[in-house]
């Protein structure tokens, strides 16, 4: 006889793995503002906060010395901060939070054990990742923030939702085995795939000019209306591309408000999709038109991130659709 997975447990294991999936999104926006705001050295020492759980409010509550002793660990700016120290202390919060959310999906992976053993293999594969994303967090700061430091940090946040999208979906491929995909164009698949590696190397511009931006903001004076000026080369390839990009996922979207159902799964993603990259391409021209608001820049990194978030999901559910 045939094991199959209780209704109830799995679904308690999407309702888990889609809280957590919305955790890391919002990390990667608080990590974002974080960078953005240049908080990221707000507190000076991994895991405490100016050698406490809780850091202080007020210069008052540290030692005299403090300057000092922060200085010869190599820490450039020796000022107390309360805004700054605290955005990256709920920064380290939400990170702690999101450890717990994975130990509860791995938990709820285990009911596939006998039915379906990747998606427990996926969950313990996310827990391993975020074990490794705590420690390069400490990295970063003994790093004093070098910005590939901070690149690979985000870039294994966006490996780490990517595994748990695919663990979700994976563990609810019998209900989208009754996708019906057929009145889909037969290129439609390969175009998706191509949409995919277009926004991964978009994402991958955009990390390089968000180091410029970071050395920039180091080094350079503090009107940020003025950093245009010295953008690389890849700004300009980065801001061209994006009108493929816009092209592409609007051919995508189209293709499946029209070629399906108004209530079908995929043709309402299709219209968040389309959603997701004018917004995108609007927060970036927010950052090239006025002067590089920080506000922005998180936005258009989460954005880019929920983006590919998306088109990964439509892949891997269209593998199973019609199953």
């Not at 995909?181 to 191509?194: A, G, H, I």
């Not at 300009?236 to 209530?263: C, E, Q, T």
């Not at 927010?286 to 954005?303: C, E, K, S, V």
């Amino acid at each position: 006889m045939q094991c199959s997975t209780a209704p109830d447990a799995g679904s308690r294991f999407a309702r888990i793995g889609i809280i957590t999936i919305a955790a890391v999104y919002f990390l990667i926006m608080v990590g974002g503002i974080v960078r953005a705001s240049g908080a990221g050295m707000g507190c000076p020492d991994w895991p405490t906060c100016f050698g406490r759980l809780v850091p202080p409010t007020d210069e008052s509550q540290l030692p005299a010395n403090y300057h000092e002793i922060y200085a010869e660990r190599g820490y450039a700016d020796t000022r107390f901060n309360p805004v700054k120290t605290w955005t990256e202390y709920v920064n380290r919060l939400v990170g702690v939070s999101i450890g717990l959310l994975i130990i509860a999906t791995l938990y709820r992976s285990l009911a596939f054990w006998k039915t379906d053993r990747t998606v427990t293999w996926l969950a313990l594969t996310v827990f391993l990742a975020v074990g490794f994303q705590g420690w390069l967090g400490s990295a970063v700061v003994a790093s004093n923030l070098r910005p590939v430091m901070i690149t690979a940090h985000m870039l294994m946040a966006f490996a780490i939702v990517c595994l748990l999208i695919y663990a979700v979906t994976r563990s609810q491929r019998s209900r989208f085995a009754t996708l019906d995909l057929s009145s889909l164009p037969p290129r439609f698949c390969t175009v998706l795939m191509v949409a995919m590696g277009m926004t991964l190397l978009q994402i991958a511009m955009g990390t390089q000019i968000r180091e410029s931006v970071d050395v920039m903001a180091a080094t350079a004076a503090t009107d940020r209306s003025l950093w245009r000026e010295n953008f690389p080369l890849i700004f300009y390839v980065h801001r061209s591309f994006s009108a493929v990009i816009l092209g592409v996922n609007l051919w995508l979207a189209w293709k499946m408000v029209r070629s399906l159902p108004a209530d079908s799964l995929y043709a309402r993603f299709g219209m968040v999709l389309a959603g997701l990259v004018v917004a995108a391409i609007a927060a970036g021209v927010t950052l090239d038109r006025f002067g590089l608001p920080a506000i922005a820049q998180p936005l258009h990194l989460l954005l880019a991130n929920l983006i590919f978030g998306t088109q990964f999901f439509l892949f891997v559910a269209g593998r199973y659709a019609g199953r």
